[in-house]
């Protein structure tokens, strides 16, 4: 778990980003289907996924130690289809464009389950692209195989509060 | 009838249940202070959705996220949020020429760090004594909500009761304006205004 002093995320972006990408993830989607790119291609139980993590980012804020930022890497199979000297770009588009689209997800379904709480509004959440270069299955030659590779990767960082006191 | 008004206009809390959970919580702390007053001195919590009007007998406690501070726009001070750590704050506007205490306007904010009702209702009643009494720092030796850390460990005593029975029909005036500031924000922060806090 990565604990930040409180409000880090605000002034120190690409420091964070350099230490969220480093951490093992906390929510894993993956199954989408060939160049698919919105979690609404994916099936229930991937859907439901992204449901359980922007749980875990509203339930956090009932806590002392809550979510202050969030950080989303897309990954990309390779793209057998795509020509040799276009498909490393590609790929790079490919994944951006789903951690993009997972970052809206979560933020309309965070904003769902908060009711319209201002911390999901603000909430940092930071996205980036992997293309292929990070592969759970290097050699994929089944469908299923493939799907494991098409994935975005949520990452939490928290805060924790300090005790509850007066300011006068 | 004297009000207490929870405001809340950035939805800074969001779920209704805890809403409901704080009026309710706030409401019983007030009906202790309600019983030391004469019957037609009763208080009512509310914690109305949208504007409203205040007399100098009300008690208005704004609940805002840390970026934006209804008592820092009345007193015009400039805070700096990264340098921050309290959870709640009341204090009065700065005087003027020939202004003297009780013309000078007070608004009282919690900050919803955690969303935990019980914390939040504390909160609010603490802020509503620095409000009601006029005090300052000095609040906090009376104890109970009175203290300066008001956790779920500190409960409301009968000298914090007594306290605020006595101060509820001495006029403060409030800052009502604090909701249109929030309100503002708030359609500046949806708006996607990066400065919406300024």
Same mark, same amino acid.
């Given at each position: 778990?990565?604990?930040?002093?409180?409000?880090?995320?605000?002034?120190?972006?690409?420091?964070? =980003?350099?230490?969220?990408?480093?951490? =093992?993830?906390?929510?894993?989607?993956?199954?989408?289907?060939?160049?698919?790119?919105?979690?609404?291609?994916?099936?229930?139980?991937?859907?439901?996924?992204?449901?359980?993590?922007?749980?875990?980012?509203?339930?956090?804020?009932?806590?002392?130690?809550?979510?202050?930022?969030?950080?989303?890497?897309?990954?990309?199979?390779? =793209?057998?289809?795509?020509?040799?000297?276009?498909?490393?770009?590609?790929?790079?588009?490919?994944?951006?464009?789903?951690?993009?689209?997972?970052?809206?997800?979560?933020?309309?379904?965070?904003?769902?389950?908060?009711?319209?709480?201002?911390?999901?509004?603000?909430?940092?959440?930071?996205?980036?692209?992997?293309?292929?270069?990070?592969?759970?299955?290097?050699?994929?030659?089944?469908?299923?195989?493939?799907?494991?590779?098409?994935?975005?990767?949520?990452?939490?960082?928290?805060?924790?509060?300090?005790?509850?006191?007066?300011?006068? | 009838?004297? $009000?207490?008004?929870? #405001?809340?206009?950035?939805? #800074?809390?969001?779920?209704?249940?805890?809403?409901?959970?704080?009026? $309710?919580?706030?409401?019983?702390?007030?009906?202790?202070?309600?019983?030391?007053?004469?019957?037609?001195?009763?208080?009512?919590?509310?914690?109305?959705?949208?504007?409203?009007?205040?007399?100098?007998?009300?008690?208005?406690?704004?609940?805002?996220?840390? /970026?934006? #501070?209804?008592?820092?726009?009345?007193?015009?001070?400039?805070? /700096?949020?990264?340098?921050?750590?309290?959870?709640?704050?009341?204090?009065?506007? $700065?005087?003027?020429?020939?202004? #003297?205490?009780?013309?000078?306007?007070?608004?009282?904010?919690?900050?919803?760090?955690?969303?935990?009702?019980?914390?939040?209702?504390?909160?609010?009643?603490?802020?509503?004594?620095?409000?009601?009494?006029?005090?300052?720092?000095?609040?906090?030796?009376?104890?109970?909500?009175?203290?300066?850390?008001?956790?779920?460990?500190?409960?409301?005593?009968?000298?914090?009761?007594?306290?605020?029975?006595?101060?509820?029909?001495?006029?403060?005036?409030?800052?009502?304006?604090?909701?249109?500031?929030?309100?503002?924000? $708030?359609?500046?922060?949806?708006?996607?205004?990066?400065?919406?806090?300024?």
């Amino acid at each position: 778990m990565i604990v930040l002093p409180p409000r880090v995320h605000v002034v120190a972006t690409e420091w964070l =980003a350099a230490l969220m990408e480093k951490a =093992a993830p906390d929510f894993v989607i993956d199954g989408y289907p060939e160049y698919a790119t919105e979690v609404a291609q994916l099936d229930n139980d991937q859907r439901y996924m992204l449901y359980r993590a922007a749980s875990a980012v509203v339930r956090s804020f009932g806590e002392q130690t809550h979510v202050s930022a969030v950080f989303i890497v897309g990954h990309a199979d390779t =793209a057998n289809k795509i020509a040799l000297h276009q498909r490393a770009g590609f790929e790079m588009e490919v994944s951006v464009k789903r951690s993009v689209a997972a970052a809206a997800a979560l933020r309309k379904e965070m904003n769902r389950l908060s009711e319209n709480a201002h911390f999901t509004k603000v909430l940092p959440i930071r996205t980036r692209g992997a293309g292929s270069s990070r592969k759970r299955v290097q050699i994929a030659n089944t469908e299923h195989d493939m799907r494991k590779n098409r994935r975005v990767e949520i990452t939490f960082a928290y805060t924790t509060e300090p005790s509850p006191h007066c300011g006068n | 009838m004297i $009000r207490v008004i929870l #405001s809340d206009p950035l939805v #800074s809390i969001g779920r209704t249940d805890v809403y409901l959970a704080i009026t $309710r919580m706030v409401q019983g702390f007030f009906d202790r202070v309600s019983a030391r007053l004469p019957a037609s001195d009763r208080i009512q919590v509310l914690f109305p959705p949208g504007g409203f009007q205040a007399t100098d007998l009300d008690i208005i406690v704004y609940f805002t996220p840390t /970026d934006i #501070s209804v008592v820092a726009n009345l007193t015009k001070e400039s805070i /700096d949020p990264l340098t921050k750590s309290h959870w709640g704050w009341t204090a009065s506007e $700065r005087p003027g020429a020939g202004a #003297s205490p009780p013309t000078l306007r007070r608004a009282s904010e919690v900050y919803p760090r955690m969303i935990d009702a019980d914390v939040l209702a504390k909160l609010a009643f603490h802020e509503a004594m620095h409000n009601k009494l006029r005090q300052g720092q000095e609040l906090h030796a009376g104890g109970g909500l009175a203290s300066a850390g008001v956790g779920s460990d500190k409960s409301l005593t009968d000298i914090n009761v007594a306290a605020m029975a006595a101060a509820m029909k001495t006029p403060v005036k409030q800052y009502p304006e604090g909701f249109e500031f929030l309100r503002q924000a $708030r359609l500046r922060r949806d708006a996607g205004d990066p400065m919406w806090n300024r």
